[in-house]
């Protein structure tokens, strides 16, 4: 299947602060990717890189073949929306609504008033006099009815309260089978996200430590519970990910058992359990040191 993005050893420095470090992966055409780590891990950094707004220190980015760096026929295909998005000071709701429709060639109209009823942004009100929800309504609403070919989404549903992110995640999915593009859904709210991905790049200071498709990921691991002896026994050798004890009940998530060891431990009395996808993730990332220092982003 043919990359949309393709990023190789990139690195990304802001003065002694190394922001993303050697990253390399692939997000393939067609596709809800999932970029994900805790805040300050470098998520945001390396969307910039991507669509060009940030200028890279060693390495390569490249989205639909080409670099994007000032490159006006990429840049045309891609609509990014982050949370933080800049408008000029006297921009209302309305004005960034008119704006995106005119820049965007693929703009549905009448898919943005369905957005709009759904959402209610006060479209009349000042941008900077906008809560953080109601900002994150006017930049989900551009990001789903621009239709553009690469749509980055860089957290910008985190001033909705959850019906309101429920109702996008239902609404991209809904659109994206009707309308095939390419979506990088950049989250730390993983377990929200997770059904929503094909898949998984997680970022964490500033390294890549998970580059996998997704219902692979959500098989690698399992949760072993049961008598403490017996878990801890079945378990010895094997890739232990995180452990729980409380009295003589313990519970350890486990990596790479395959259907013969999982039958094992079923039959040594362990309740085997599926792990989720931040449980998973959480468990790759604990205890290491995230990048964020001052020049560093979510």
């Known amino acids: 299947m043919t990359a949309v993005i393709e990023v190789q050893h990139l690195t990304k420095n802001f ?45 390569s980015v490249k989205i639909f073949g080409k670099s994007p760096v000032e490159n006006a026929s990429v840049l045309g295909r891609v609509c990014f929306i982050n949370e933080s998005q800049v408008y000029p000071e006297d921009f209302r709701g309305k004005h960034a609504i008119k704006a995106a429709s005119r820049f965007f060639s693929g703009w549905d109209e009448a898919f943005a008033h369905e957005l709009i009823e759904d959402f209610g942004p006060p479209l009349n009100r000042p941008i900077k006099k906008m809560s953080r929800g109601q900002r994150s309504a006017i930049g989900v609403i551009i990001g789903l009815a621009s239709r553009a070919e690469l749509t980055f989404f860089d957290e910008p549903y985190a001033g909705l309260d959850a019906v309101a992110r429920q109702m996008f995640y239902d609404h991209l999915l809904a659109d994206f089978s009707r309308h095939s593009r390419t979506v990088v859904l950049s989250t730390h709210l993983i377990d929200e996200a997770s059904n929503l991905l094909d898949r998984v790049v997680v970022i964490d200071a500033g390294e890549i430590l998970i580059d996998a498709d997704a219902e692979g990921l959500r098989s690698e ?56 996808l931040q449980q998973l993730i959480v468990s790759r990332t604990s205890g290491r040191t995230s990048a964020t220092k001052e020049g560093a982003d979510s």
Not at 241 to 270: E, F, H, K, P, Y
Request: glycine share 16%; charged share 20%; proline share 1%.
């Open 15 to 59: 003065g002694k602060v190394e922001a993303v470090r050697d990253a390399s992966f692939s997000f393939a055409e067609g596709g809800i990717h999932g970029l994900l780590g805790r805040n300050g891990a470098g998520k945001t950094t390396l969307m910039k890189l991507m669509t060009g707004q940030e200028f890279l220190s060693s390495g």
């Open 221 to 276: 691991a399992v949760t072993l519970v049961g008598k403490a002896t017996a878990v801890h026994e079945f378990a010895a050798g094997r890739e232990v990910l995180g452990v729980q004890q409380l009295a003589g009940i313990a519970s350890v998530t486990v990596a790479g058992l395959d259907d013969n060891a999982r039958r094992a431990a079923a039959d040594a009395g362990l309740e085997v359990g599926p792990v989720s």
